[in-house]
């Protein structure tokens, strides 16, 4: 008995086509897995006062909501827009859209679903707190229409988009934001960003899939990734010793370094060593030296905390 197999509208044939059910499509569409940046992002402006009111931590979530709605409605726009293009690609041919699971038209029905629950969810929150998160829509549709293949820029456009997510956390605690912080985070999704680059070059993937790689070089990508190491390493020691309170920063900046020193050699023995770095979404959730580094650090930092708040209170 011949079984007949339905080929999709694109002529893509893959195993996705044939096992994933529709609803998966659907999921995958949006990428639940890369939600995780905005769950880690978002959140850093507890660092300093990881104490607050029920009320905070709920706008909080308000704003982290918001932004896991505006970056799947970037990454339904950008799969739409590069549907053609990334047919070509050994491995983004399995999209949904590319590989004909989901319609152009279902995207377009999904798109305005995601921004029609995104101006509700507005409404209900804090309004006035919400623009870092529209800022960040803008940026990346004029990211998703050109920018993207423009040589280091497309590096930079994709930072800010997690300086927003930091700030969107600020801007809704009304806490004032670091610039320590901020460049933090700058240079840590450049260290990310760059990375995936590499991780691309290597692969060879072709200029065709990606402009933008024609202006790259492993050796001009090598460079910048240490360099940008060593900035992120800096900018995290000043922001712990100039932005906390005297006593907590300077604890937590010694106790501190070994956690961030041995993070950025992991993920550069990832790069380097293992050749990965093309999905950084997953890597920093997902790999167990990192994720167990990540977690000894944060109860470190929550230990010293704990122990400043019992001092004072011994004290008073």
């Not at 380097?272 to 470190?300: C, H, K, N, Q």
Request: proline share 5%; with cysteine; charged share 10%.
């Amino acid at each position: 008995m011949v079984n007949h197999v339905s080929i999709p509208s694109s002529g893509v044939l893959t195993s996705d086509n044939l096992q994933r059910p529709h609803w998966r499509a659907l999921l995958a569409l949006v990428r639940p897995h890369q939600w995780s940046k905005n769950l880690i992002a978002v959140p850093l402006a507890l660092l300093g006062n990881p104490v607050l009111p029920l009320s905070g931590y709920l706008r909080l979530a308000w704003i982290t909501c918001l932004f896991i709605l505006a970056s799947a409605l970037v990454y339904v726009l950008n799969d739409y827009a590069d549907r053609h293009r990334d047919r070509s690609h050994p491995v983004k041919r399995n999209r949904p859209i590319a590989s004909g699971e989901i319609s152009p038209v279902e995207a377009v029905i999904v798109a305005t679903t995601l921004a029609a629950a995104l101006l509700a969810l507005t409404v209900l929150g804090p309004w006035w707190a919400a623009w870092p998160a529209y800022l960040y829509l803008a940026l990346n549709l004029a990211y998703s229409c050109g920018l993207k293949h423009v040589p280091l820029l497309d590096v930079l456009i994709v930072s800010c988009g997690f300086v927003l997510r930091a700030v969107a956390g600020c801007v809704v605690l009304s806490i004032e934001l670091s610039g320590w912080l901020a460049l933090t985070v700058f240079a840590g999704s450049i260290l990310l960003s760059l990375g995936k680059r590499r991780h691309e070059m290597i692969q060879a993937s072709g200029e065709g899939h990606r402009p933008a790689l024609g202006a790259y070089s492993v050796q001009l990508l090598d460079n910048l990734i240490l360099l940008n190491s060593a900035i992120v390493l800096m900018a995290t020691m000043t922001l712990f010793y100039t932005d906390l309170s005297s006593q907590y920063g300077r604890a937590a900046m010694m106790f501190s370094a070994p956690f961030a020193v041995l993070l950025i050699f992991r993920y550069l023995q990832v790069l380097f060593v293992s050749g990965g770095g093309s999905e950084p979404a997953r890597l920093l959730v997902r790999d167990r030296p990192i994720v167990g580094t990540a977690l000894l650090w944060a109860v470190t930092l929550i230990g010293l905390r704990i122990t400043e708040w019992a001092d004072v209170q011994w004290m008073a």
